[in-house]
């Protein structure tokens, strides 16, 4: 039996879901290992090379499609196109793109009738009975229907009934079954663009009502056997040295929902030391920490070595106790996941931490001391989410949505939009869509809208260390990093040209939102509107795109009000600011000419005379002393380009332009300190 597996990715803005198709191969050895009939499988994450492979004609019997909530409306989209191309093709869909309510069940598989068959949650078990059957009753799709009752898998029967079963058993030991990476499955998806994922269990012991793993179903966590993990590792490694173009992906992404904090995960990190030793591979490590166990998270990551780059999750979404009880997060302890955060720091580990606006209980107060708590604990950076309502977590239930007062609009998903060229004059244009919450019983619409335009000042003036030469002037002095953030939040609902910023980021936040869901999906089914989405003029990450119009264009602003607000708070809290004054000053030029024009090219050297040791004090960890950064006599530092952040400035403004969308365009593909200019003292 011919059969194709398709997990897709947007690709034509950036590459949106960029990890290899790890989920569809785990069905593919599953099957392979345990069917006793010949399957010829065909794996596919871009769509296209689908669109190609429809084209030719030679159309497999089945073909599945994953299902979340980035590739949800384009899987359905060519799923159509197949069965136009193809009536009598079995198409099976999966994923957690779907509801966990009986009746939402039964209304989606009818509204979505090209869905023959839908495996419910995990999928390795009931996918492979359901091939399984296929080989019985030769691909009739009305006699399997008909004649079997599949555990795990949901279907309207050829009457209208619709068969809802509980999902199937979960797969307890994986390592029982091939490796999709040793067997070869994957080998043709290292390239330029995906990186490998590895997982190390499956499941979460936590039930945060967000996430659709948050069920109990997901609770029990199924740990691979770390023989097979380091043979995975091995093999990665080895595939990736042995690039002879360089161009291969050298990150992973470690897909288990808390690792670190099972003692399973120390050998994992022994084993990322021994291969970046050996083949010097991976340049960095992407991870979700572990949320409890701060010893153990910090000893795993311990013996990973610092020239992996990693950063330390703390996942709160929010430290306020009435909220975290209504999601179900009291189990974690948001204590340890600061003192992680602190530890961290010392250790010279980067952090970032999670906070989610909307949640229920949440409001305006509640959600900026979540932030505030979080710049205090040090981390380094604060991704300021919108609650989005998920198919399949507890949240998206109606219960929940009258419960908590919950007031949403429909947006599209960041980078989640293309349009595909599929035969003469029939193009396929699609966008995925998300229902986000801007209010709630204790959040008002103004409220929400105020909490964005904070968290855009966190991501300017905060995130990524953009300013910590202040921030460390602060530490020193003991003075709280929040009380510093919240002046600077007020400065700028003041200040002429960030009040303007900010307004214009407010008009583009609610331009985003639509009240009707039916509408934005006529909007986006609309190739010229897509094409529009593609090119950048909307659709984009709002603080992302935001953050970079105000160091493209207000970076001598950020550099001043931060000096300013730096010094006030000094002086109200009786420290001697007074001596700091000049040192002050020369600091805001210094890192104006540090970060000068981070973004276009043929940047000419600048000079700055300097007073204080200013290079000295970047590298100092221990208390401010001034008056041993103070010269004899006055000294110049020089701000220069070195050729490979040339080159890079260069290359990217060839290949992606120079307006906002351009940039933000690079800027997945980058970070900000790569293009800050070296400096010496001449």
């Known amino acids: 039996m011919k059969i194709w597996l398709c997990d897709l990715t947007y690709d034509q803005q950036v590459v949106a879901a960029d990890t290899m198709p790890t989920n569809i191969a785990y069905l593919t050895v599953y099957v392979k290992h345990q069917s006793k009939f010949d399957n010829d499988f065909k794996l596919f994450k871009y769509p296209g090379k689908l669109l190609e492979a429809i084209n030719t004609k030679e159309l497999p019997d089945v073909i599945g499609f994953s299902n979340f909530s980035w590739n949800s409306r384009l899987s359905l989209k060519l799923a159509h196109t197949i069965k136009e191309a193809k009536p009598n093709i079995v198409i099976v869909f999966g994923g957690l793109q779907y509801p966990d309510d009986k009746s939402e069940q039964i209304k989606f598989l009818k509204e979505n009738k090209i869905i023959d068959f839908y495996v419910y949650k995990e999928g390795e078990l009931a996918f492979l009975n359901l091939i399984n059957q296929f080989h019985v009753y030769k691909l009739d799709i009305e006699k399997v229907k008909k004649e079997k009752e599949i555990v795990g898998v949901h279907y309207i029967k050829p009457n209208g009934d619709a068969y809802i079963s509980p999902p199937a058993q ?7 079954h091939p490796s999709p990476y040793t067997t070869g499955v994957l080998d043709e998806f290292f390239d330029h663009q995906l990186m490998p994922v590895l997982t190390t ?47 291969l992906r050298r990150d992973i992404y470690i897909s288990d929902s808390n690792f670190g904090m099972f003692k399973e995960d120390l050998e994992v990190a022994e084993k990322f030391a021994e291969v970046k030793a050996k083949y010097g591979w991976p340049d960095s490590l992407k991870v979700t920490t572990g949320k409890n166990h701060k010893i153990r998270v910090l000893e795993v990551f311990a013996k990973i070595p610092e020239s992996i780059d990693t950063e330390l999750t703390g996942s709160v979404q929010s430290m306020d106790p009435e909220v975290l009880d209504n999601i179900k997060r009291t189990q974690i302890k948001n204590d340890s996941l600061n003192d992680m955060a602190l530890e961290s720091g010392k250790r010279g580990k980067k952090t970032y931490s999670d906070v989610i606006l909307g949640l229920p209980g949440d409001s305006l107060e509640k959600h900026k001391n979540s932030v505030k708590a979080l710049v205090d604990s040090k981390y380094d950076n604060i991704l300021s989410r919108q609650l989005i309502l998920l198919k399949g977590s507890e949240m998206s239930s109606l219960e929940s949505l009258e419960k908590y007062g919950f007031k949403t609009k429909f947006r599209i998903l960041t980078k989640s939009y293309g349009c595909y060229n599929y035969k003469e004059n029939k193009n396929i244009a699609v966008s995925e869509i998300e229902e986000t919450v801007v209010g709630g019983k204790n959040l008002s619409y103004e409220d929400y809208i105020e909490a964005r335009n904070f968290n855009l000042v966190t991501h300017i003036f905060y995130n990524h260390n953009f300013l910590q030469a202040f921030l460390k002037i602060l530490d020193s002095s003991n003075i709280k990093r929040s009380e510093w953030l919240e002046k600077i939040f007020q400065v700028c609902k003041k200040d002429a040209k960030f009040k303007k910023l900010m307004g214009q980021f407010q008009k583009e936040s609610e331009d985003e939102l639509w009240e009707s869901k039916e509408d934005l999906i ?62 002050l000053e020369e600091l805001e030029k210094y890192e104006f000419l540090k970060k000068k024009s981070i973004f276009t090219p043929d940047l000419e050297d600048d000079q700055l005379k300097v007073n204080f040791d200013i290079v000295k004090f970047e590298d100092i960890t221990d208390n401010l002393n001034l008056e041993n950064l103070k010269f004899n006599k006055e000294k110049t530092i020089k701000f220069f380009r070195e050729k490979e952040t040339s080159k890079l400035i260069n290359n990217n403004a060839k290949l992606y332009g120079l307006s906002y969308s351009g940039i933000y365009k690079s800027m997945t593909r980058g970070t900000l300190q790569k293009r800050y200019r070296a400096i010496e003292y001449i």
């Open 522 to 583: 006529e909007h986006i089914s609309k190739e010229e509107n897509v094409k529009k989405i593609i090119n950048g003029d909307y659709g984009s990450n709002l603080l992302a795109k935001y953050r970079i119009i105000a160091i493209y264009d207000y970076l001598k602003e950020i550099c001043n009000i931060a000096q300013k607000i730096t010094k006030q708070v000094l002086i109200e809290k009786n420290k001697n600011a007074a001596q700091l004054d000049a040192f």
């Open 170 to 176: 979960r797969i307890k030991r994986q390592s029982d």
């Open 201 to 247: 269990n499956r499941g979460c012991p936590f039930t945060c009502t967000f996430c659709s793993e948050g069920s109990n179903y997901y609770n029990v966590v199924n740990k691979v056997d770390r023989s097979r993990v380091n043979e995975e590792i091995e093999y990665i490694a080895k595939k990736i040295s042995n690039d002879k173009t360089g161009k």
